[in-house]
């Protein structure tokens, strides 16, 4: 009895497809795996921020920083430390991941070398050499002998203020340093017990802000400063204007010309490219006013420093915020910002494999149909060997039973029906050889 036919024809074959498919989805899902890993798109959610002494216009700063990236779900860690140098060995030896580092602190050579990147100067840091007002020093040579604070080792004021009297003549043996931290120095001056001090630091200083109205203290003149910022190309040359700290009592008395190295923020060149961004947009938001020394604007900068600015921070300083980040949240924006690699790897593959499945599809599908002839050779080379024709038409039977139950799509109706033909061909040759 001959078998029931089951034909079965769609239009196409959804498991052929998939199958087909299958290494293209394979090599895409491993190209976007890959190209997600090489982007990092997620950024940390802690960052150590080095800032300067305890109660130091960096640590008042540093908080400032902490608020503004914590709304960005950015916990910022504030770490203590003596200042600019300190800070600098903290970022060689990633202990920290970003710090405020003053100009003339390091050169461009020795920034590269260590791997560390700027991200603009953020504001004028005056040099302030406060003495008591017992006779007057009208230049820095005037200070050989004297007992001079100049601050912790760490603080990049040691080495700035001794760059300083290099250029006066005056070798750091000429006087008497000491390297007291900034409140008990100022506690020593007061005292009487030291000749000055010297600091590196803004206006705003709390400091700062009472010494300028304490009297018999006195604020050394610069009346060579613009000289000095042709020396000593990391320093500026501003103007602390009279009656600037009190209009009413018309403090200072007079314009005081200063010196001024710049407050940078640093970071090592491996931090996150979207914290670089997040950070010089927070340094927008608090450094960007007028102020004593600056106007609206001003800052941040990528001028005044000799670390190389990052790639991201000169665009910043070029186009403004990311575009995404202007509309988006900071992690969606991140994200899309960053995903156009992942796609442009999804198609770059998609463009060559997008010929090879086609031609994977048909093979597929012809191999369903073809791989039944070798079966059908068999039986053929049975007649010729004289074996039982009963044996023969019985599997053959069974050769057209099973691919009557083939499922093909109608595009390749032709050959599976060349296949039946070619099975009917070898019955009837059966036949005739009884």
Known sequence: MRPMKLIK??????????????????????????????????????????????NSAYENIGKRYAQAMAKHGIQVTLQQSQGSQENLQRLNKGDTDIAFVQSGSTNEAEAERRGLISLGSLFTEPLWLFMRDKKAVTSLTHLKGKKINLGPEGSGVPRLFRQVLQVNGVHADD?????????????????????????AAAPDDPLIQMLLMTPGIKLFNFTQAEAYTRRLPFLTHVT???????????????????????????????????????????????????????????????????????????????????????????????????????????????????????PLYVWRIRSRVYRWYGQLRSVEQGVDEGKPREELLHRLDQIEERVNRLTVPLSFADEFYGLRNHIEFVRQRLRTNT
């Open 9 to 54: 024809f769609t239009r196409f074959s959804p498991r052929d497809l998939l199958v087909s498919f299958a290494p293209t989805i394979l090599l895409i899902a491993g190209a976007c795996a890959l190209a997600y890993w090489i982007i990092d798109p997620t950024p940390p959610h802690v960052v150590k921020l080095s800032t300067g002494q305890e």
């Open 175 to 199: 006087i008497q340093a000491s390297d007291l931290e900034n409140t008990p120095a100022t506690v020593e001056l007061l005292e009487g017990r030291i000749d000055a001090l010297v600091f």
């Open 240 to 358: 602390l204007p009279r009656g600037i700290v009190d209009l009413g009592r018309d403090l200072p008395a007079r314009d005081y010309h200063l010196i001024a190295p710049t407050a940078t923020l640093v970071a090592r060149e491996d931090l996150h490219p979207a914290l670089v961004d997040l950070f010089i947009q927070a340094a927008s938001g608090i450094h960007s006013g007028a102020g004593w020394f600056q106007q609206q604007g001003q800052f941040p900068s990528p001028r005044y420093t000799e670390i190389p600015v990052a790639r991201e921070a000169s665009k910043f300083y070029k186009d403004g915020p990311p575009f995404l980040q202007r509309y988006m949240s900071f992690w969606l924006a991140n994200l899309f910002d960053r995903l156009w690699v992942v796609l442009l790897a999804v198609g770059a593959l998609v463009l060559p494999l997008s010929r090879v499945v086609p």
